[in-house]
């Protein structure tokens, strides 16, 4: 028996790591800037192969009346059938790489009860179940043939929850860098390289931090646990540390936060509010700022509301129209007495919002080498999410973080019973179901933190 197991071991000592098809889509005017950042991943032993496609040549390739966003999810489909695409890196913010906004009947008569959100599990969720083309867009009466990956709930308790009959779940890894012009891809690229052969170079076990922080809601149980499942037997992929709001000892407060950081944890987990500048009472980015340039970055995946904004939230902010239109938004005291006009796929500068986790991800020194964060307002069935992030990791060491949260969305999908939730008289069931979907991994999904 001890022999078998000796060469099990042995075996799968012996296993290469998984080995992933990248697809990087870029516009025309950031190409060169890739140059060295596609030579570097052809020659690592995690890429099968690494290829650079053109956003405008996709648009134009894709015979289709459909708009930008439809016709780049068509090409990278076509990757996939082709078994060219296990993992997808969109190079661009709002203004550069076409945004797909999902629709949620949203209460709030000044904007006729709708609301859009950014969501790259368009371009994740490629097929349905049979692998023909989803375009997130079933439903087409009207209105709704320019509303994609509709979640009806709030106001509209007839119709299903999921409105468009959206897959759901990722065919594929999906992250995005949220450059904003030639300088900044050659910033992020330039910092992911050294960030990966650092995590190679480094002796020390890798560190998962979790920081929770109070005020939000009573989550101890559910950190707890969350340390526990994180903790398994040895030879454990990462040592495991708390900053918590129920432990005086180790508090989540910035000081304990910063301190943390200059160790260089691996991973950080948050649990707490958010806003677009932080996370409450523990980091702001000066918090990210190293004291030194061979600080390791992490990986950062916060679960409060709105800490990766990253594009414009029509119709309640300015936002340019599906047609052109310019709209000041109802924050601005514009009300739509109709069916508010989608927005379109991307979005002039001054529209654009920000973020800290744009600016971790941008900045050259600290910062973050992959942010995973919520685009708007998150609830606390977000906690799945990250459980199932924390699970795949721990599980699936070898894999890499777009691996991790392909793997959360679909646990995601299956632990709050998406394909069988209703609605009920409230507006919490369809906030369940949309969650996964206004979540961004902000990063090279094809990075190994472990």
């Not at 996370?279 to 600080?295: G, S």
Request: charged share 20%; with cysteine.
């Amino acid at each position: 028996m001890m022999l078998a197991v000796l060469a099990l071991q042995t075996m799968l000592a012996l296993t290469p790591p998984p080995r992933e098809n990248l697809l990087i889509v870029a516009p025309a005017s950031c190409a060169a800037s890739l140059d060295a950042f596609v030579a570097f991943k052809r020659t690592q032993p995690n890429i099968a192969s690494c290829r650079l496609l053109i956003l405008e040549d996709a648009l134009q390739a894709t015979e289709s009346s459909a708009d930008a966003a439809e016709k780049l999810k068509r090409a990278v489909y076509a990757h996939w059938k082709a078994g060219s695409c296990d993992a997808l890196l969109l190079v661009g913010d709002c203004t550069l790489m076409p945004f797909r906004y999902m629709m949620l009947d949203r209460r709030d008569s000044n904007a006729f009860n709708t609301a859009f959100y950014p969501s790259d599990l368009y371009y994740a969720d490629l097929a349905r179940a049979d692998g023909t083309f989803d375009d997130w867009n079933s439903a087409r009466d009207g209105t709704q043939a320019g509303y994609f990956g509709e979640v009806h709930g709030e106001t509209d308790k007839q119709s299903p929850i999921n409105f468009d009959a959206i897959s759901y779940l990722p065919e594929i890894a999906v992250g995005r860098w949220p450059a904003r012009d030639a300088k900044e891809v050659s910033t992020i690229a330039a910092k992911s390289m050294e960030t990966e052969i650092a995590w190679k170079q480094a002796r020390a076990k890798p560190e998962l931090l979790v920081v929770a922080v109070g005020g939000w809601i009573d989550n101890q149980a559910a950190i707890k646990k969350l340390a526990r499942v994180a903790t398994p037997t040895d030879p454990a992929p990462w040592s495991v540390r708390c900053l918590s709001f129920f432990d005086a000892q180790t508090p989540a407060t910035e000081p304990n936060l910063r301190a943390a950081l200059a160790t260089s944890p691996r991973i950080v987990c948050h649990t707490g509010h958010g806003s677009p500048h932080g996370w409450e009472q523990c980091l702001n980015i000066e918090t990210l700022t190293p004291t030194k340039d061979t600080q390791a970055i992490p990986v950062l995946f916060s679960i409060g509301c709105s800490t990766a904004e990253v594009a414009p939230q029509p119709p309640y902010a300015a936002y340019l129209d599906a047609f052109g239109v310019a709209h000041k938004g109802t924050n601005a005291g514009e009300i739509f007495t109709a069916p508010p006009p989608p927005p379109h796929v991307l979005q002039p500068s001054e529209f654009d919002a920000n973020s800290l986790s744009e600016d971790a991800i941008r900045m050259r020194r600290g910062g973050a080498a992959c942010v995973i964060g919520c685009v708007t307002g998150a609830q606390p069935c977000a906690q799945t999410l990250l459980n199932g992030f924390v699970e795949a990791a721990r599980t699936r060491s070898e894999d890499s973080v777009g691996v991790w949260w392909k793997a959360a969305i679909t646990h995601y999908h299956n632990a709050e019973h998406l394909s069988t939730l209703k609605s009920d008289s409230g507006w919490y069931p369809p906030s369940i179901f949309f969650q996964a979907m206004k979540f961004i991994l902000l990063g090279d999904p094809t990075l190994h933190p472990l």
